[in-house]
């Protein structure tokens, strides 16, 4: 029988890569927004009637951290009831759930990477409303796998890659905040664990079954966000990309205040993961370098 895997939020960094990932292991059902509103939980039953899935894989979320400050019930519709609804759907068909986390569930105090089974404490109402989720999906207690993920970046979509390319032919200086610490993860590396799940001999459920339901999916290697701007910088220049920017300065989180408090170290474990893939995720610094030569690659100098 040919898996209908269906796939959330597939105009998103990590759904359009699990889009073209996943098509090898099945008949991919792209569900935008259009297909599956998720901000419509009261209506996911029915259109996840008519689609019939045989898997579900949800990646779409409410991202806008320091939005969801002032827009908290929209939060928790979009990253705890729909995924309630999602989970009770599968968990009556008995299929799989697979749904993406974040590590601003953690509190992030103190420097040791986060394990799965660590306390969390969510430091705003994006984290709050994700962990929401989290607990919604395990109450329902059908077949599921939450993959808590990091510092998302992919070449298209709204992210911190993206924002500091467009930066660095604008300006001259780039002040960046030097005592976040966390792993970049672009969406090719989540999309290659994902698919490295439906690939096992012992299938999505196997995975599952072996992961306890909860798993850390990242990159490997730590840096900060200076770090991370900083090798943006000088892998554009290394490729030939024309940049107006000449420093990058390292300042302190309390030097760039925001709405949404956000974790000091997002550090995750990643032993679980590696036991389940029989393997480690490539560096971030290794999943940084095929972005940029994608960039280049597409003959895109400017990708803002």
């Known amino acids: 029988m040919t898996l209908r895997i269906l796939v959330t939020g597939v105009t998103g960094q990590v759904g359009s890569a699990l889009t ?3 098509a090898a292991f099945g008949i991919v059902v792209p569900a935008s927004r259009t297909v599956l509103d998720l901000t419509q939980p009261q209506d996911i039953a029915s259109r996840l009637d008519d689609i019939a899935p045989d898997v579900i894989v949800n990646p779409a ?3 806008a ?6 827009e908290r019930d929209l939060a928790f519709r979009v990253n705890a009831e729909a995924p309630r609804a999602l989970a009770e759907w599968s968990a009556r068909r008995r299929i799989p759930l697979l749904h993406f986390s974040t590590d601003y569930v953690y509190s992030g105090r103190g420097t040791t990477p986060w394990k799965e ?4 404490g969510p430091l705003s109402i994006y ?3 994700k962990l929401a989720g989290e607990a919604a999906i395990r109450e329902v207690a059908g077949q599921h796998l939450i993959a808590r993920t990091s510092w998302v970046y992919a070449p298209t979509g709204s992210n911190f890659l993206r ?3 467009r930066l660095a032919q604008e300006r001259e200086e780039l002040r960046v905040v030097a005592d ?3 792993a970049p993860t672009s969406a090719t590396i989540i999309a290659d664990a994902l698919a490295a799940f439906f690939a096992s001999p012992e299938g999505v459920s196997g995975v599952i079954q072996r992961a306890d339901g909860l798993l850390h999916v990242a990159a490997t290697g730590s840096t900060s966000w200076h770090g991370f701007a900083t090798a ?3 892998g554009l220049r290394a490729r030939g990309v024309p940049l107006k920017v000449e420093r990058v300065v390292a300042i302190g989180t309390a030097d760039y205040p925001t709405k949404a408090h956000r974790p000091i170290n997002s550090r995750l474990d990643l032993s679980k993961l590696s036991e389940v893939l029989g393997h480690s995720t490539p560096d971030w610094s290794a999943g940084l370098a095929t972005v940029l030569d994608e960039f280049v690659v597409s003959g895109i100098k400017s990708p803002i």
Request: aromatic content about 4%.
């Open 163 to 165: 924002t500091m390319v």
């Open 232 to 234: 943006i910088v000088e």
């Open 20 to 22: 073209r990932k996943l």
């Open 127 to 129: 984290g709050a409303s």
């Open 117 to 120: 089974g660590d306390e969390t």
């Open 65 to 70: 951290v320091d939005r969801a400050e002032d």
């Open 180 to 182: 976040q610490i966390g």
């Open 61 to 63: 979320a409410y991202t």
